[in-house]
């Protein structure tokens, strides 16, 4: 019993990173006042991406590690275009955002498949990237398992969270795009360019949910399929509503949900008899019901949020 | 501003997205290093030039207009609802699960309790996310978009428990899916594969017209879209609307799903539901959520979902495409939709040709 519930912790980390970096990119989004429900097309062309670089460079075998990075990379900067994207359709054309999401999540998600039965054909795998040990902090029992033998993007998440708190709220970019989002027409009057704020996070949290993808293929499942992303791109937009759009509490729903989603994995692995289709529906059932407790009157939310700005027009 | 001017701009507007939306698919294709128009060619023409391609894609049609005439009613009432592909799966299992259990009632009754039944499912499923969006002001965008992977789970563990084939028990295959239902819930078919599904699909459109333009459930129905809180002032209960157009879009989805399973698989199977649900929402949106408009927008999306079957083998291009096209279809649709309605930049653009013409002058 111990076993399987160290099993289950110790995966929570590694399998939280790729909600943990969407859902925060998408908190800069919605902080800025755009939602963008596209988040899932950006994320599996993040994954098409990341896995295709390392995938090219070694056919499935073992690559420098810098390939990765430069797979990260490159899911990044497409991430930030679509980004930019999207805000020429919501921001300069001022198109109802929700369902233009849903058309950038079409768009993403069939480019993402398209392109890799062109340049992947079926299922490859790759190498990904390896476990790091810590040293003398994963020899701890238990402990060890659960927090310090994983690999290193996980960690280099985590470290993100802190900063991303800080440059949302310590930074005078931070508090353009709340201003942006709580208030525009405030901000537009102090000389905030509105505009070209929701640009600039649109593109940070496009960046960001292309790495999420990115982390999905190369870390997490080695390989790209049409089914890799399932959802996760929209848990992120549910996770920030969970999360007050706070990176820290973003962060603790992030691994709630990502315990609730291993149940599936244990299930599986260790053969409990339970049908595992439940198992697989756990975490949407949850996001629906966290979104049932907390969407009433939350005082937390971004004002302007979903709201397209124009300053020639009074209200 | 001139009349002329007038038209002559949404013209220009009109003709410019339909550029664009070509001009982002052929990038796409160029990518992929596919022959452009060939491709458009095999999607857009190819399955018009015989009767047997053109009935699969009327097939496809039905219930890609049957699902996007619901999605339109929730739409004018101010929801957006992106859940009918599990509106459609539960649609699928009330259906199996009727003609399962009553095998043996005659078809002039079983058909009608097996579609009912299909409805009420559907309906079922699109009143949650309609009461949690009225009562709780839970994103219709989000629960939706979970109920789908609910549904299609709760799908496949029906398929593979209680509704799997005793056929399939016995040779092991352990292929998921039902046994061949019983021929009093099929629908006749006109010809090939092509069902009177149609004619379903048909006066529905036009009950959809009747009830949103000749009722006033209708007008309070598209008064609580345009204008929630002018709708309240006026004395509509916004909630109540918006969950029954909710319950309504649900249940069209829902039957969409019992339509194609007694026109055309007659067991059910993984995959009936083949992204119908988010085509849907496309569908809607290019008949200009109007059921006069959803009739011939579901022909062209049956066309091109058709089409983008043939592709793979016809020209190498993986069927996806289709769903890059839609994608590219509803940005460019919002978008132009929002130019057009943007005076101030109509009014510039006026201004403009105003100022140039005098330098001519």
Known sequence: ?315 | MTKGFKIAFKAVIILLAVVIAFLMASVILWIIGADVSATFYTICLEPLTNMLHLSEVLIRAIPLCIIALGISVAYRSGIINIGAEGQMSIGLLAFTGVALAFPDVPRPLLLPLALLASVIGGGVWGFIPGILKAKLNVSELLSTVMLNYIAAQFYSLCLRTIYLDPAEQVYGTGTPQSMRLTDNVWLGRITGRLHYGIIIAIVLAVLVFLLMWKTSMGFKMRASGSGARAARYAGISVGFYVTVSMVISGAFAGLAGGVELAGVHRRAIEGITNNYGFSGVVVALFGGLHPFGIIPASFFFGLMIYGATLAPTKVGVPANIVQVMQGIIIIVIVTAQMVLSNDYFRDRVWRRIQSLRKKEA
């Open chain 1, 1 to 315: 019993m111990i076993d399987i519930i160290t099993n289950m912790l110790s995966m929570c980390i590694p399998f939280s990173v790729a909600l943990l970096l969407a859902s925060t990119g998408e908190m800069f989004n919605q902080r800025a006042g755009v939602f963008n429900l596209g988040c899932e097309g950006v994320m599996a062309m993040g994954a098409f991406v990341g896995m295709l670089i390392p995938f090219l460079a070694g056919g499935g075998m073992r690559v420098s590690q810098w390939y990765n990075v430069l797979g990260f990379a490159a899911a990044a900067v497409l991430g930030a275009l679509f980004g930019l994207f999207f805000g020429v359709i919501t921001v300069t054309f001022r198109a109802p955002q929700g369902i233009a999401g849903i058309g950038l999540q079409m768009f993403g998600v069939g480019c993402a498949g398209t392109l890799f039965r062109h340049f992947v054909g079926g299922t490859q795998s790759i190498p990904g990237i390896p476990d790091v040990d810590i040293p003398l902090l994963s020899k701890i029992p238990v402990i060890g398992e659960i927090f310090f033998s994983h690999n290193a993007a996980s960690y280099l998440a985590y470290i993100f969270i802190p900063v991303a708190w800080y440059i949302l709220f310590r930074t005078p970019w931070g508090l353009k795009v709340r201003a942006a989002g709580t208030n525009p027409r405030a901000a537009d009057s102090m000389g905030v360019n509105v505009s070209r704020t929701r640009y600039e996070s649109l593109m940070v949290g496009g960046a960001l949910a292309g790495l999420a993808g990115a982390y999905l293929s190369i870390a997490q499942a080695k390989m790209f399929s049409d089914t890799l992303i399932s959802g996760r791109g929209f848990i992120a937009v549910a996770l920030v509503y969970f999360g007050h759009w706070n990176p820290v509490k973003i962060m603790g729903g992030a691994l709630l949900f990502t315990f609730a989603q291993t149940f599936q994995t244990v299930v599986q692995s260790f053969g409990i008899s339970f049908p595992y289709e439940l198992a697989v529906m756990l975490p949407y059932v949850l996001v629906i019901v966290v979104l049932a407790f907390t969407s009433r009157n939350d005082m937390s939310a971004p004002t302007s949020l979903g709201k397209p700005f124009n300053r020639e027009i009074r209200t």
